[in-house]
């Protein structure tokens, strides 16, 4: 069975700074990965799809990397700013199957 | 030119009670889930319709009954609602059944049970 945790469970930094995210799973037999951003009282919003065979993901700002044998995978935003503040959720997707297993999330808070 | 809908935002009801929630999706995806985030935040999946079939039924009380009338549309009817059913539900939709692919969430359904 697929677990994932996702470390810290909170984060709170000053506007400008780069920072890293970390999600790791327990079944490292994935097809993908995705990183996904919840805002409160919203739903989510898919940031970066990496597949198995891939290292890295980037777009913009974001940067994700997958270890998948290691079972980690990180997410990194570069120049942090007040509106990244929301919950990052991994959930990686396993073989066979439109399946996500979801980390609890870190809910991250930029500060101006 | 909202691409996944839920209706309503909020539901409150009591215990015992039947109620429906419902999804609709315009991106033209053949997949459609239903997912449940409790007080602790955790998400998870309950059901999954690809082309109106039942793909993934993740052990969910038979309280819970999914419809899916057609690939846009996919309803969620609770039973004898509990206290514990207490959540917020997420409805999502992808294309493709066989390998995940890139997932695209509602703006969820906060149920309360009193």
């Known amino acids: 069975k697929q677990e994932v945790t996702q470390i810290p469970a909170a984060l709170s930094v000053p506007e400008g700074e780069n920072l890293v995210l970390n999600c790791s799973f327990t079944d490292s037999a994935i097809y993908n990965l995705q990183w996904f951003r919840q805002d409160p009282g919203k739903g989510l919003t898919s940031l970066l799809l990496i597949q198995s065979s891939q290292r890295e993901q980037t777009s913009g700002r974001l940067n994700a990397s997958l270890d998948k044998s290691s079972g980690r995978s990180t997410l990194y935003i570069a120049a942090s700013q007040p509106g990244d503040s929301a919950t990052y959720l991994c959930?990686?997707?396993?073989?066979?199957?439109?399946?996500?297993?979801f980390g609890q999330g870190t809910r991250l808070t930029i500060n101006p | 030119d909202t691409a996944v809908s839920q209706t309503p935002k909020y539901l409150v009801t009591q215990m015992g009670n039947d109620k429906s929630i419902k999804c609709e999706q315009n991106l033209g995806h053949d997949t459609m889930y239903w997912y449940k985030q409790d007080s602790k935040k955790f998400l998870k999946i309950m059901f999954s319709y690809n082309n109106k079939e039942l793909i993934i039924n993740e052990t969910v009380p038979n309280r819970f009954s999914p419809k899916s009338p057609d690939k846009a549309h996919l309803n969620l009817h609770i039973n004898s609602l509990e206290l514990g059913d207490s959540a917020v539900y997420f409805c999502a939709s992808s294309q493709g059944a066989a390998a995940p692919t890139r997932q695209y969430f509602g703006p969820g359904t906060r149920l309360t049970v009193t």
């Open positions: 959930a990686p997707g396993l073989q066979g199957a439109q399946k996500l297993v």
